[in-house]
C-alpha cells in the first residue's frame, strides 16, 4: 500500500514536468520557463542496458536542443557546455525512476510516457 502511494504521488509530481503535445523531436520556448525538449521512452525496452544507453542518448539530445552546440574550438563554448552538464543533471532524478520503474519486479507502471528537458539554472 505504500509503494502504491509513494508511486502515485512520484508520477503525479512527475506529471507536472511534461510538455503535452510536444514532439519528441522538437524543442519548444514557453513564455515562463524557457526552452524545452521532450523525451519519449515508451518505445524502449528500459529493462536492457541497450535501451537504456538510447535513453541517455535522447537526454543528451534534447539537452543540446534547448542549450544549442557549442563549437569545439569556439570562444564561448563553455557556457553551452555548462548549460548541458546542467540540463542532463537537472533530469537524472526522473531518467533513474523510470529505469527502476521499468526494472521493478512488482509490475510498476509509470503513468507517463515523455518527459520534459529544460534548460539547467
Not at 509513494?6 to 522538437?26: E, R, V, Y
Not at 537524472?92 to 529505469?99: F, H, L
Amino acid at each position: 500500500m505504500t509503494k502504491t502511494f509513494a508511486f502515485a504521488a512520484l508520477a503525479a509530481f512527475s506529471a507536472l514536468t511534461i510538455a503535452p503535445g510536444a514532439n519528441a523531436q522538437d524543442s519548444h520556448e514557453t513564455a515562463h520557463s524557457g526552452p524545452s525538449a521532450t523525451v519519449v521512452f515508451a518505445d524502449l525496452n528500459l529493462q536492457s542496458d541497450a535501451g537504456v544507453d538510447l535513453l541517455d542518448s535522447r537526454i543528451r539530445a534534447a539537452a543540446q536542443r534547448v542549450c544549442g552546440r557549442a563549437e569545439p574550438n569556439a570562444l564561448f563554448g563553455g557556457p553551452v557546455r555548462q548549460c548541458m552538464r546542467e540540463t542532463i543533471a537537472s533530469v537524472q532524478q526522473t531518467r533513474n525512476t523510470v529505469i527502476a520503474a521499468a526494472r521493478s519486479e512488482d509490475g510498476t507502471r509509470l503513468a507517463y510516457t515523455s518527459f520534459s528537458v529544460q534548460r539547467g539554472s
